[in-house]
Antibody, heavy 124, light 111 residues
Framework: QLQLQESGPGLVKPSETLSLTCTVS??????????WGWIRQPPGKGLEWIGS???????YYNPSLKSRVTISVDTSKNQFSLKLSSVTAADTAVYYC????????????????WGQGTLVTVSS | NFMLTQPHSVSESPGKTVTISCTRS????????VQWYQQRPGSAPTTVIY?????PSGVPDRFSGSIDSSSNSASLTISGLKTEDEADYYC??????????FGGGTKLTVL
């Protein structure tokens, strides 16, 4: 059964870079059938897609965050990572990683499964 | 780009049926599949409906999904409500310029 687990610092200072890693187990991140993505949820608010990556390294970012986001993949470790630069308090959120089943030709874009999420607080 | 609009909250009694709507602002709701996620407090979202009306294994058949082109909306219907259904529900879809769009979420209260 595929599982995803987020890891990284729970506290980041304003103006610094948030870095998280998602470790995939029970399946290969190099599968040609799937993408991998990051989603965040500020406390008490809704879900926001951050971006997604294919095992080859192709990336797709939310236009509202694109200037600050970098997503990368390490197939040898079965991991993918998120970097978000110049963070402010508005970036405080639970960050989730998830597998993205994306078939553009059929109009399907579906996150399943999700990691348990990790809370990142931006504060000095 | 398009938006998906959901009611902020809905409430219903145990045993009853509730429907949560998800309206697409532009473009046809039928042009891309809609997914629905359930998020219980303190937990990650899980899929209850994918591809408009398909249920993953393990999701009770009390959950059903549909789309209505006339209102350009998708709907999640939960019948025989149980207290365990109390959660936030999010719809999600896609278009060629944005791989992922989430609705704002609906808080379901079962009282």
């Amino acid at each position: 059964q595929l599982q995803l687990q987020e890891s990284g610092p729970g506290l980041v200072k304003p103006s610094e870079t948030l870095s998280l890693t998602c470790t995939v187990s029970g399946g290969s991140i190099s599968s040609s059938s799937y993408y991998w993505g990051w989603i965040r949820q500020p406390p008490g608010k809704g879900l926001e897609w951050i971006g997604s990556i294919y095992y080859s390294g192709s990336t797709y970012y939310n236009p509202s965050l694109k200037s600050r986001v970098t997503i990368s993949v390490d197939t040898s470790k079965n991991q993918f990572s998120l970097k978000l630069s110049s963070v402010t308090a508005a970036d405080t959120a639970v960050y989730y990683c998830a597998r993205l089943i994306w078939a553009a030709g059929t109009g399907l874009s579906w996150f399943d499964p999700w990691g348990q999420g990790t809370l990142v607080t931006v504060s000095s | 780009n398009f938006m998906l609009t959901q009611p902020h909250s809905v409430s219903e009694s145990p045993g009853k049926t509730v429907t949560i709507s998800c309206t697409r602002s532009s473009g046809s709701i039928a042009s891309n599949y809609v997914q629905w996620y359930q998020q219980r407090p303190g937990s990650a979202p899980t899929t209850v409906i994918y591809e408009d009306n398909q249920r993953p294994s393990g999701v009770p058949d009390r959950f059903s999904g549909s789309i209505d082109s006339s209102s350009n909306s998708a709907s999640l219907t939960i019948s025989g409500l149980k207290t365990e259904d109390e959660a936030d529900y999010y719809c999600q879809s896609y278009d060629s310029s944005n791989p992922v769009v989430f609705g704002g979420g609906t808080k379901l209260t079962v009282l």
